[in-house]
């Protein structure tokens, strides 16, 4: 009689433990940044370079950026402004992003669907 109960106690409990194992296989997590650098170069001709950056972040430029280089592993997102808004331009993994008299105020490195959304703004 005691194992009887103590199966239906387990038959009980799979579903809650695979649910939570389906969560954290689904859910991005949150604190994963981008393995290697970006670089980019401000109007002026100042060149900087910031190493292991974290991903799904908005992360503004200073004084803004002409030519932009991925060297994470992560896909960048290039936004018009310094908040990540006004989204245009994608740039791959080992790619360079480099217009002439066009200025970007930020990047975002992670998923497609957290940067179309904005997030983290």
Known sequence: MRSSRHKGRLRRSVPAIAGAFLLLAVLP???QGASGSYTYLTAS???FQVAEPPSDTCLPF???AVR????????AFLYADGAC???WALVGVGATW???GVLAGSVRLGSTARSAQGAGR
Request: net charge negative.
């Open 85 to 87: 808004g006004g989204g």
């Open 29 to 31: 997590a949150s604190a």
């Open 45 to 47: 001709g100042q060149p």
């Open 98 to 100: 480099d217009q002439t």
């Open 68 to 75: 932009f280089s991925n060297d994470t592993t992560d896909t």
């Open 62 to 64: 200073v004084s803004g």
